[in-house]
């Protein structure tokens, strides 16, 4: 059975203040490592997708690794704007199709 | 433009009573979802469509139901036999099953 485990459960940071946000997890074949950013009451909003250890993205102050146990979601010079809960989630093999969300990290970023 | 519409954005329902949620797509992918959200919690798998007309249950099946009928919509039943489905319910789709999701404004689900 797939499983994601996220930490810590809630973030808060200075503006400015660079942090990392912990995904680990178990598959049978990662097909897929996907984050999200989901804002109070609204739907998760795709980040990035990871597929291979080693792989690395970036979009503005954020930026996505991943290894064979884990992923990190680095967040450089947060600003307020950056505030909201991120989802971590994993697609393998053996469940095809469906994705396993961890419970998520909680930011929180003060002016 | 294209999304994901979920309908309504608020519904109440007094116990013992069916309540279905609806999601439309034009985005035309193969493949919808269905999730749970609980508050401090992630997403929980309900059902899931790779093609029309067919579907699968998923993590917490139990009391909910789905129809296929046509590729851009995949209504949620939320049935009497549901103990506990107070919750924030979410809509997905994506192209193909390996990629990334894209999910719907969320319709949020109170039992009175």
């Known amino acids: 059975e797939d499983q994601v485990t996220q930490s810590p459960e809630a973030l808060r940071l200075q503006e400015g203040e660079s942090s990392s946000l912990n995904c680990s997890y178990t598959?049978?074949?990662?097909?897929?490592l996907f984050w999200y950013r989901q804002d109070p009451g609204k739907g998760p909003e795709f980040l990035f997708t990871?597929?291979?250890a080693g792989e690395e993205k970036e979009k503005e102050r954020l930026k996505a690794t991943l290894t064979k146990k884990e992923s990190f979601l680095h967040i450089t010079a947060p600003k307020p704007e950056d505030s909201a809960t991120y989802l971590c989630?994993?697609?393998?093999?053996?469940?095809?199709?469906?994705?396993?969300f961890g419970d998520g990290t909680t930011l929180t970023v003060k002016p | 433009d294209g999304g994901i519409t979920q309908s309504p954005k608020y519904l109440f329902r007094k116990e013992g009573q069916n309540v279905t949620l609806s999601c439309e797509q034009n985005l035309n992918h193969d493949a919808m979802y269905w999730y749970r959200q609980d508050p401090g919690q992630g997403l929980r798998l309900i059902y899931y469509s790779q093609i029309v007309n067919d579907f699968q249950k998923g993590d917490i099946a139990e009391g909910y139901s789905v129809s296929r009928e046509k590729k851009e919509s995949f209504p949620l039943t939320v049935t009497s036999a549901q103990k506990n489905p107070t919750a924030f319910y979410l809509c997905a789709s994506n192209e193909r099953r390996d990629n990334e999701q894209f999910f719907g404004p969320g319709t949020r689900l109170t039992v009175l």
């Open positions: 598959v049978s074949g990662l097909r897929g």
């Open positions: 990871l597929y291979s």
């Open positions: 989630a994993v697609q393998g093999e053996t469940n095809a199709g469906k994705s396993t």
